[in-house]
């Protein structure tokens, strides 16, 4: 467990490093307050100091052994694999189809490779959680999300 530890620390420190970078281009404030790169560039010094303590407890501390279940099984690996796709699937959607439809048919599939079986509470969720987060958005908080198909 130790080493697993200390490589998934030494991992996050450059993914913060390079996020906190892209983050300071950012203005930092503005006149009215906090500007867009004061949230990114917290988490990043917030990232970089948790992996930072990771590494160091892995290293001078006690560390118990992997635990038998450690890795996932088969099924376990194509949820992972069904999610990742899932994400490029938005990626490569997103401006053809808007966020609602392709948020949509991204819980769809999720919902039910990660074991949903109800299929009413599948779409009403799938639902909820892309046409509710699209409302939301776009008519409360008054931030675009793109439409898409329909322009809703």
Known sequence: MRLALQITG???????????????QLPYATVMGPGPG???????????????IMIAQATFGWSPPLPAD?????????????AIAGLLGIAAGMSQL??????????????????????????????IGSFGVYYLFTKLLSQP????????
Not at 43 to 48: T, V
Not at 98 to 127: K, M, S
């Open 38 to 52: 004061f949230f990114p560039l917290w988490l990043c010094g917030l990232l970089a100091l948790l992996a930072i």
């Open 98 to 127: 808007g966020f609602p439809i392709t948020a949509f048919v991204f819980y769809l599939v999720l919902l039910t490779v990660f074991g949903r079986r109800n299929p009413i509470e599948i779409v009403v969720l799938a639902a």
């Open 70 to 82: 450690f890795f996932p099984e088969r099924s376990g690996y194509l949820r992972i694999i069904a």
């Open 10 to 24: 030494f991992i996050l420190l450059p993914v913060a490093a390079l996020l906190g970078y892209t983050a300071a």
């Open 145 to 152: 999300l793109p439409p898409g198909l329909f322009s809703w």
